[in-house]
């Protein structure tokens, strides 16, 4: 089992910055590929980020290439998103996820752990 909180959400204005952070327990730390998936109000959840356990690669969704970065420290069990020059789209619940798989990371079923989600709201 792996247990997934996220922490960071917040209400900032456009242009600027918020860090999410998951810290994570259970398993052991760094074998998993981790990510970032988001929901907002009547919409489907989509794909934000994701760093593979195999080699530390990141990807991300168009939307935010550029402007999230993902990141893990395995010493803290943490996973982070820092989230630059932040839009009004970018209003989400964000939710931290992990799982052990071989397959794509932008695909959701493939995770099988999620946090409980963290709220952003960015005003115009």
């Known amino acids: 089992q792996v247990q997934l909180v996220e922490s960071g959400g917040g209400l900032v204005q456009t242009g600027t910055s918020l860090r999410l952070s998951c810290a994570a327990s259970g398993r052991t730390f760094g074998t998993e590929n981790m990510g970032w998936f988001r929901q907002a109000p009547g919409k489907e959840r989509e794909f934000v980020a994701a760093i593979t356990a195999l080699d530390g690669g990141t990807y991300y969704a168009d939307s935010v290439k550029g402007r999230f970065t993902i990141s893990r420290d395995n010493a803290k069990n943490t996973l982070y998103l820092q989230m630059n020059s932040l839009k009004p789209e970018d209003t989400a619940v964000y939710y931290c996820?992990?799982?052990?798989?071989?397959?794509?990371?932008?695909?959701?079923?493939?995770?099988?752990?999620w946090g409980q989600g963290t709220q952003v709201t960015v005003s115009s």
């Open positions: 996820v992990a799982g052990y798989f071989r397959g794509s990371v932008f695909y959701a079923p493939n995770y099988n752990y």
